[in-house]
């Protein structure tokens, strides 16, 4: 199976994207595949997610963070560090490019060089493809199935290039009036990056010493996180907005994104772009967090009682249902 890249994104935060995109790693792992996580979120909340806060520092002191991976190019020194590895989790075919604080920095950097890339100059391409191409080079040799990628909430450039370099992007949602309005900017954001993209490429015509990415990501469908359910009833000002979520996504990013090219839309749920209702596990998330792993991987030992247990087994449900359906119609 060729490797496929994943990216959860929405112009806004607090929806739930890390702990999503936490459990779907774990649960494609689950399904018998091979998972790398970058981190490519300054903030850092998937790889304290999944190592300690000694764990982390000790990365960082060794320099092997995706920081480091990228500091040649930062310094003008040379190119990515493809010979630094990422974390491999214990006992788990399971790895992490750990985030790093200091990459708000390489972020500036790409900023500059998206002049380098309209111009079509190799100094522009190299920055911008960095993080790209250190995917290709680890997943290649280690047999890597899925890459899911974490990133901040924001249209800057490094989420341009990460998403650039990515196969397919989901939207997690809270069905609430600011969730819709981060849709509004997505769609035509894209369609300029990749347009841009396109037509940068063709200026760079001298011999490209390195590959590049595609530009074409493809969206895969939306989730609703953090669902509100009140006497098994959906609480009546969600309601409301959860009836707006599939119109806004077929006006803001549907429908602008097949213009460009109608590929760049799939359909994972039967004609339907949603891919399902991310419960709020309540008190298992701080569980999760602290025994740093996913909520269908609780224990009694970290602290599960009495109906936690039945919380336990549904978000286990959840997750495979959506990995299987990823590995079914994404392979």
Known sequence: MIMKQFVLFNNKGGVGKTTFIQHLGYALEKQGKKVLFIDADPQCNLTSSIFSEDDIAQFW?????????????ISGEG????????Q??????????????????????LAERWVDVLAGR??????????????????????????????????????????????YFFVPMIPDMFSLRGLSNIGTTFVKWI?????????????????????????????TAQFNIYRQK????????NKKIPGKIQSDIVD???????????????????????????????????????IFELTAQDGVVGTHADSVKRCDEE??????????KLS
Not at 61 to 73: D, R
Not at 79 to 86: A, G, N, R
Not at 259 to 286: A, E, I, R, T, W
Request: proline letters at 6%; one cysteine or more; aromatic letters at 10%.
């Open 122 to 167: 190799e100094l522009g391409f190299r920055a911008t493809s960095a993080i790209y191409r250190y995917i290709e080079h680890f997943t290649s040799a280690n047999h890597i199935d899925y890459v899911l990628i974490d990133v901040g909430p924001n249209l800057g450039a490094l989420n341009r290039a990460v998403l650039l370099g990515c196969d």
């Open 79 to 86: 190119d990515v560090k493809k010979e630094l590895l990422p």
């Open 234 to 241: 959906e609480t009546k000002a969600w309601t409301t907005w």
């Open 256 to 294: 602008k994104l097949v213009v460009v090219d109608p590929s760049m839309v799939v359909q994972l749920n039967g004609g339907d772009y949603k891919l399902g209702d991310m419960k709020n596990y309540h008190s298992l998330v701080p569980l999760s967090q602290t025994s740093r792993k996913p």
């Open 88 to 109: 491999q989790v214990p006992n788990r075919n399971i790895w992490v490019l750990p985030g790093d604080l200091l990459l708000s920095v390489f972020e500036e950097l």
């Open 319 to 328: 997750y495979v249902a959506i990995a299987r359906k990823i590995i079914d």
């Open 195 to 223: 347009r841009d993209w396109d037509e940068a490429k063709k200026r760079f015509t001298a011999t490209r010493p390195f590959k590049l990415q595609n530009g074409k990501p493809s969206f895969a469908g939306y989730l």
């Open 61 to 73: 002191s060794s320099q092997q963070s995706i920081y480091n991976t990228l500091s040649p190019i």
